[in-house]
């Protein structure tokens, strides 16, 4: 796997992306969800140009969300290959947890930030939350720990499992991401 793909994957795999790992295939899903098609449709071509899964978009379905929002999902599927058994054994405790790896500050950048926020990152009163229930206490201490440290951004506070970034950290995150955030996800960052 090339290293701009493990970047965007790093990014993916913190948020609802998973892997499949059963006796017949070891594969990424990629799990986007939400109201900006173009988004979708972006980050499918991104992997698809990259080489990681077919050229034909996938099916994109209407979901009921929260409060009867109607939202749409699509996974992208990968190719099944071998490859992910090693992003499989660094991310999975066992076939349902994850936890982040220890290789995080090898793969996890500028990019992976974006694509981890453009796809997880929610804006409420001028502020940006990413859910983390995913991930164990002691893990979502790191990553805090992680982000402030590599991208020098303010405390970052966590709120019932939800990292919590506040407007200058929304400024400061815009200025780093910015060359690969998509043109359906610049108000996510612009407060």
């Given at each position: 796997?090339?290293k701009i ?30 109201k900006h ?32 929002k109607l ?121």
């Amino acid at each position: 796997m090339n290293k701009i793909y493990l970047n965007i994957v790093y990014g993916l795999l913190l948020g609802e992306s998973f892997i499949i790992n059963n006796k017949k295939e070891i594969k990424l899903i990629i799990k986007i969800e939400g109201k900006h098609i173009s988004y979708m449709t972006d980050i499918h071509k991104k992997i698809s140009e990259l080489g990681y899964c077919e050229e034909k978009l996938p099916v994109i379905i209407s979901k009921l969300g929260k409060k009867g929002k109607l939202n749409k999902l699509m996974l992208i599927h990968t190719y099944n290959t071998n490859n992910y058994l090693e992003l499989y054994n660094k991310w999975y405790v066992d076939k349902f947890c994850k936890n982040i790896p220890n290789d995080l500050f090898c793969y996890f950048n500028d990019e992976s930030l974006a694509y981890w926020l453009m796809t997880e990152g929610k804006i409420s009163n001028s502020k940006l939350y990413v859910n983390m229930k995913q991930f164990n206490e002691k893990d979502i201490k790191f990553m805090i720990q992680f982000l402030e440290n590599k991208f020098r951004l303010d405390k970052i506070n966590l709120i019932n499992y939800y990292l919590e970034f506040n407007c200058n950290n929304i400024t400061k995150i815009y200025d780093i991401t910015k060359p690969y955030i998509l043109p359906s996800m610049k108000f996510k960052f612009i407060t």
